[in-house]
Structures are given as C-alpha cells and as structure tokens.
C-alpha cells in the first residue's frame, strides 16, 4: 500500500500510508495534539509522554503481524491519526485493534476511514478479527467498530469493556453496507 489521499467528510484531505521508522517525529508531535481526556480514553491510564521504547513500538512494524496507518493533514504533512492491530500470538486470526485521532480532527470521519483501510490490511495478512479494550463511555470508538459488523462486547469492569467483532470477508463492499443498513430497517430491500 502506497500513500492515498483521502477526502473527509468536512472537505478536509489527508494522506494515509504506512507508518514508517521515519515516522518518529510525526509522533511526537501528534502526541502534543492529544488531549488529557484522548490519551486517557486511548492508553485507558495516564500517559505524560512517549518513551524512545514507545516510539519504536508504535513506528518499527513488520507490517503482517504488526501493522499501522497513519494519516497526515495534506496541507501541513502534520501527524493526525493512526490506526493499528497487533496480531495476538496465541491466537493468529485475531489482532488487538485500536485508533487514534488528534482532538482536532476528531469528528470528520478520519477514524472510520483509518480503520476500514486498516481492515482491508488485516485480512490480506489472514487475521479474521478484532479485538479491543476501552471504556464503556468511548461511544465514539464503539461506533467505529460496529460499522465493521456485530459486536460482541463483555464488561471487565471498572468501566472498562472488551468488544470483538469479525471482520468482512470484503470491507470496502456495498452489498456489505446495504444488508446491513437493511437489516437495521434502515432501508428496504425490493422484492
């Protein structure tokens, strides 16, 4: 996958592509556009700042196993979102998922965009489905994940929550998109 740019639902664009070693400074810079209340939700813990070890955690990937997205404000270059799963080692076909988006570009469908180009690398590199851990009141992530399918969600307490769901065999489908919509009685089928 090379770098596409992405038109958002506000008119915004951005360029999403893998993350890359380089990819350092982007960041630690997108980690200062980070709110207190989005680091919280999306470390579920406090988190004042990324470590040399985090850094190479979140850039050096492999891409099959490890695999991130990262989106970049086309016209600034800055870091605003990234998407990434962690392939479960005990469990091959399941990869822990999770998305970030920088308070200001929250809200303009970059998260949905992250994750469903996300999906499509996961299931070329064989994982059937995600795995993510949050809090119950991060509607807004709960909402990314259920546009990919039915969720299965178990309280862990504490306010936390674990959810699954299995990914499309073809994500970008609109057959997918109208059954679905269909079956929420949002649309009817024809006979």
Known sequence: MGQEEVTLRDGSAVLIRP???????????GWEQF????????????KGSLSAGDLEYLTELDHVNHEALGARDAETGEGVGVARYVRLPDHPTVAEAAVAVVDAWQRRGLGGELLGRLTVRARA????????????????????????GELEVRNVGEGRIEIDVELPCEPDSGLIAALRAAAKGLVRLRP
Request: proline content about 2%.
């Open 35 to 46: 709110g207190e209340e989005s680091r919280y939700r999306r470390f579920m813990g406090a």
């Open 125 to 148: 590199n064989g994982v059937e489905r995600f795995h993510a851990s949050l809090f119950a009141v991060n509607r807004s992530m709960l909402a990314l994940f259920e546009e990919l």
């Open 19 to 29: 993350v890359q070693p380089e990819d350092k400074a982007l960041f630690v810079a």
